[in-house]
Every structure is written in C-alpha cells, then in structure tokens.
C-alpha cells in the first residue's frame, strides 16, 4: 500500500476494548493530517463480561455491536485477519487486503481460549471466549429440552448435566445463570427440575482466587444456594464422551463448559523481535511501548502490566496509549509514564446477587448486583450514539423484566 508522506498513519490491530479505546480517543482529537485505521477479524465490537445473557436467552444485540458504531466515522475500519505484523517496519499484512505500513503501530489482539493440552476438551467441550461460542451452547441447551426423552432416568441425569470448568468470574457468571435458568425451562418443558445438575470445577482451593478469601467464599455460599455443587481443588485431565475425568472422580455429563483458560492471540508468537515475560505477556517500556521498539504500542491482554486481562485495564491502557501517540504526533516531549491503576471487579452471581470489590470496598447481594449492570450501562453510554444505546437498555430492561 503506497504511504502518503504528509499523512501520520495510526495503525490499530483489534477490535476490542483497547483496539477501540484507543482508536476512538485519536480519532476524536485529529484532523485529516492523521489517518486511523482499526483493523478487526470481526465486523463487531463483542462485550465479553455480557456473553453469559446470550446462553440464558438474552438478545445477542446487547453484546455484540457493529464496530462502526463505536468509533468516530473519520476511523477508516478494516474486516480482515492479519496473517503477520513486522515490528520493525510498522508492517501489517492481511490476508484479504494486503499490507499496511504506519508511523503508529498499536496491537490490541487481545487473547483466545487455550485448553492446556488437556485430551478432548477442544473437541467435546464448548468454549466461552466469544459470542460465536456463546450462541453454539445456547442452541445446545435448547436442543437438549428438544431431546430429552430417554428409557431411564440415570440417562435423564446424564442428559442435564452440566460441568463448568473453571470458577473465575466467567465460570461463576455462567454457573450461577444456568443454574437458574435452566430450572425455569424445565418447567415450562414439563421436565422434572430435579433431573438438572450444575456443576462448577476449580483447580484453586477456592473461587475466583484473585479476590480476597471472604468474598470468594460469600461467591461460593451464593452459588450453593443456587443448587451448584463446588467441586475445589481439582483439574480435568481428559474428557471423552459424555464424561470428564480428574485424579479421584469423574462425571458423566451431556455438556462441558470450559472457561478455565486463555492465551494471547497466537499471531503475537509468531512476531519476530518481541520478548516475553515468564507469563508469557509481552515486555513493554515505560510508555507500553513493546520492549525495544519505539512507536509499536501493546495494550490490553497482551502487555505484562499488574492489572492486564481485565476490560477496564484494557480501556485504561487504550486512553493512555492514545494520550501518548497525541502528544508525539504534536511534539510533546514530555511523556507521562505509565502507572498501573487499580480496578475494581463486579461479578453477578445469578438473579439479583452480586459483589463489588474495589480496595477495601466490598458490596454483596442486589446492591452488588446493581453495580455490575451499572458498569455496564455507564460503558455503553459513553461510547455508542445516543440513539444505539438506547435501544441497548430497551433491550436489557426487557430482557430483565422477561427474567
């Protein structure tokens, strides 16, 4: 792709919560001497901490939205997947479009799920990572009300058994909601809600093990009473079908839910000239430029910051890459440096109950539960058009009063 010389080109990789943070704060604050491009394999902005509302029957609409609408229009938005990315030159090569070279390289490739090499969990479970994902396990659990008429009633069990692996925030969300929703579509099913099992496997000795102990066991005692039976300190070693295995016990079940583990994108292994912590981030300087390589940026999952994995980092991490490529673009030469801020977590525990941790701030029951949804709400109307996120809460609050 030939470079215009007069133009300062900011290329961005990902269409996630850094991918667009960062996009959408250079854009707003330049004119045509500065291009942005927002390079994405999917066409939409996909609002993880919202993918357990799609497999309980929420409107995939409130968590899935057309990038467009989530950046300024003068941000030039490319679908296409990027097949290599050359540090050095600022090169991007796509596989559809070609190769873009920029002044500005920010990657914000996020991270995908990775199994840990476990045998037949890639195969035989379902993901948690995207809304893909999430949509294939709500047709599944349609389907099994759909099929469940069997000869015994071991069988029966076997058919409504669901395994969640993994009891971080995405595996509590998901337990706690299926635990609830999948007895009230027994009922309207004329199943017996006494055949639906929920199960929730942690390797940790307690839940969600990056927040204090007495939340995690408030979180634990929740999901109890929610009917979830806590299976701690355990790890799958294999699944086949219909069954999982750990060293002491195995379950027979019809559905396996895996939100134990991510990984970075692959495409950040197969870039030359990148270094890696031993938690397999990538090493970034003082301003989240990658290690050795001025104006390449790396935020959100990827860079080896204190608080990296989380969406308000990421979004942090964006403000704060874009504030620096600003200040260059104009000739600032004294650069703030990054300081990793601390964030707060907000986990929904099922209907109405949830816990809001910030420092020594902890908010339990439906006050907690009520933060969360106001995270979201604050999210939403600070970056979508009036109108777009309008009909977002239309949609929630329906949602809301359908549960």
């Excluded at 942690?202 to 408030?218: A, F, G, T, W, Y």
């Amino acid at each position: 792709m030939t470079q215009n010389s007069l133009v300062t080109r900011v290329i961005v990789v990902g269409g996630g919560f850094a991918g667009i943070e960062t996009a959408r704060r250079i854009a707003f604050r330049v004119g045509s001497s500065v291009k942005v491009t927002l390079i994405s394999n999917k066409s939409y902005f996909e609002y993880y901490p919202g993918l357990y509302r799609v497999v309980t029957g929420s409107s995939p609409i409130e968590v899935a939205i057309p990038l467009e609408e989530m950046v300024p229009s003068n941000v030039e938005i490319l679908i296409d997947t990027v097949t290599s990315v050359d540090v050095i030159g600022k090169k991007v090569v796509c596989q559809d479009t070609g190769e873009y070279i920029a002044d500005y390289l920010v990657l914000a490739m996020g991270s995908e799920t990775t199994y840990f090499d476990v045998p037949g969990l890639d195969t035989m479970s379902f993901g948690f990572k995207s809304i893909k994902e999430a949509n294939r396990l709500k047709e599944h659990i349609t389907t099994l009300f759909k099929t469940h008429t069997h000869p015994s009633q071991n069988e029966l069990v076997s058919h409504f058994h669901i395994v969640v692996v993994g009891g971080g925030p995405s595996g509590v969300e998901v337990a706690g909601d299926l635990a609830i929703f999948m007895k009230k579509i027994a009922k309207l099913t004329e199943v017996d809600p006494s055949f639906i099992t929920v199960d929730l496997i942690e390797s940790n000795p307690r839940v969600v093990p990056q927040l204090p102990p007495d939340v995690s066991e408030k979180i634990l005692a929740q999901l109890r009473k929610l009917g979830v039976n806590i299976f701690l300190n355990r790890r799958l070693e294999r699944e086949e079908v219909e069954q999982v295995f750990m060293k002491d016990m195995s379950l027979k079940a019809k559905t396996v839910i895996w939100t134990a583990g991510t990984r970075l994108s692959r495409i950040y292994s197969q870039i030359n000239g990148l270094e890696f912590a031993d938690n397999k981030r990538v090493v970034v300087d003082e301003y989240l430029q990658a290690h050795g390589h001025t104006n390449v940026y790396i935020v959100g999952d990827a860079a080896n910051t204190k608080y990296s994995g989380l969406a308000q980092t990421a979004m942090y991490d964006g403000a704060f890459v874009a504030k620096q490529i600003l200040g260059q673009i104009r000739g600032i030469k004294n650069r703030a440096l990054y300081s990793p801020k601390k964030v707060a977590l907000s986990i929904p525990v099922g209907n109405d109950w949830g816990v809001f941790v910030y420092g020594p701030i902890k908010i339990y029951g439906g006050l907690g539960y009520f933060i969360r949804h106001a995270i979201d709400f604050v999210y939403f109307a600070g970056i979508v058009a009036p109108l777009k996120f309008f009909s977002l809460f239309v949609e929630g609050w329906k949602y809301r009063v359908r549960k």
